[in-house]
């Protein structure tokens, strides 16, 4: 009795098997009518009675979404081939979509374009592909466009489908923008050519006034001032001559500065000057004004006192980097400073301006041990 039930049990296991076996065969086949497009529409049984779904409206919202996009849209046989074109794309090139069905893409691309396009061809068969290309209608007129490629099933004829992106509007208003930033770079130019120029007219003034004066003293007071409106003008001659309207580089202005105040003071010759830069340093605006000034200050009065009475000479101004940011110093081989100098508590004009720049730009001023003087400024740049 007991092997009967046996039996029956699992007779009754092997049937619910197959059936099950059936069913999933019978899924599978469903999966791959809809996959392939086979079938227009299921039927499902439920309680309420059987229920039918069509697929032709699936694809019918699928196709007027292609249709209506403002975007060209293709599908390519991995040759180039047009397989399908949307409307958009007929429009855009100005040719019925019949001429465009069988014809290669590359009919339409610039020839000089062509040979991007193989490249995004050969990658869009196994996976995305994108970049910028140009359009040329059959009247030669061209149109910039991105070309977005991507591989469709690999389990139906390879092919790729391909999205046409117009750029004209984009590439127009880049033109635009460029434009207003070229203005705006020749009106910086302008603004910095005639600062250059005012603070020259400034500069020739006082020069003509200081001709007339007697006492010597008077007259280095209006040389110091000459060289300290020279630092200034420096910067902006430099900027308005060159490529770069926001910064100078900090090699060509500190060697040119420095040589003009050896010319201004009559020393050329008589003593020696080194300037040791780092090339790679490029000073913004509101960094290279203080910073010429200071320069120009403590060469000064390496020239006027600390190598007052020395036949050989040689100031060696230098601008590195350091942790801190950047260290400018200035070095003479002259006798040195007085014992007990103190540069907070000196009272010179000169070194109150270094020490007032040198605040401005949120550093320290430091006397450092050397032969001679030897001044420091460190300071941090500014972030980008």
Not at 26 to 53: C, F, H, K, N, W
Not at 181 to 194: F, M, P
Request: glycine share 8%.
């Amino acid at each position: 009795m007991a092997r009967g039930v046996a039996y029956h049990r699992r007779r009754r296991l092997i049937q619910e098997n197959a059936a099950l076996r059936d069913q999933l065969n019978e899924a599978e086949q469903l999966l791959d009518a809809i996959r392939y497009g086979t079938i227009d529409a299921i039927i499902v049984q439920s309680a309420s009675g059987p229920q039918v779904y069509t697929l032709q409206s699936v694809e019918g919202i699928y196709r007027v979404l292609v249709e209506t996009m403002n975007e060209g849209a293709a599908i390519l046989h991995p040759s180039g081939t047009i397989l399908y074109a949307n409307r958009h794309l007929s429009n855009l090139l100005g040719l019925p979509l019949e001429q465009l069905i069988g014809t290669p893409l590359g009919n339409f691309i610039a020839t000089e374009q062509n040979e991007a396009l193989q490249t995004l061809l050969v990658a869009g068969i196994t996976g995305p592909s994108a970049g910028d290309n140009t359009l040329q209608r059959s009247g030669g007129e061209r149109i910039p466009v991105r070309l977005s490629m991507h591989p469709l099933s690999e389990e139906i004829t390879p092919a790729i489908c391909t999205i046409i992106t117009d750029l004209t509007e984009h590439e127009q208003a880049r033109a635009t923008l460029q434009a207003a930033l070229d203005q705006k770079d020749v009106l910086l130019r302008e603004i910095h050519h005639r600062v250059k120029n005012n603070l020259q007219v400034i500069t020739s003034m006082l020069r003509l006034q200081s001709s007339s004066l007697g006492d010597p003293q008077v007259s280095s007071a209006f040389q110091d001032s000459l060289n300290r409106i020279r630092a200034m003008a420096l910067v902006h001659e430099q900027l308005y001559s060159s490529a770069n309207l926001t910064s100078i580089e900090a090699k060509v202005y500190l060697e040119t500065l420095a040589k003009s105040l050896l010319r201004s003071t009559g020393t050329v010759g008589a003593q020696k000057l080194m300037c040791e830069i780092d090339d790679s340093i490029w000073l913004p605006i509101d960094i290279a004004v203080p910073l010429g000034l200071i320069t120009s200050e403590l060469i000064t009065n390496s020239l006027k006192h600390g190598l007052d009475g020395v036949t050989s000479g040689h100031i060696r101004v230098q601008l590195r980097y350091v942790p801190e940011g950047l260290q400018l110093s200035v070095h003479d081989n002259g006798p040195g400073l007085p014992e007990g100098f103190e540069l907070d508590s000196s009272n010179t004009l000169g070194l109150r301006i270094v020490r007032t720049l040198a605040r401005q730009l949120g550093g320290r001023l430091q006397l450092a041990p050397a032969e001679g003087a030897l001044i420091e400024v460190i300071f941090a740049l500014p972030e980008d």
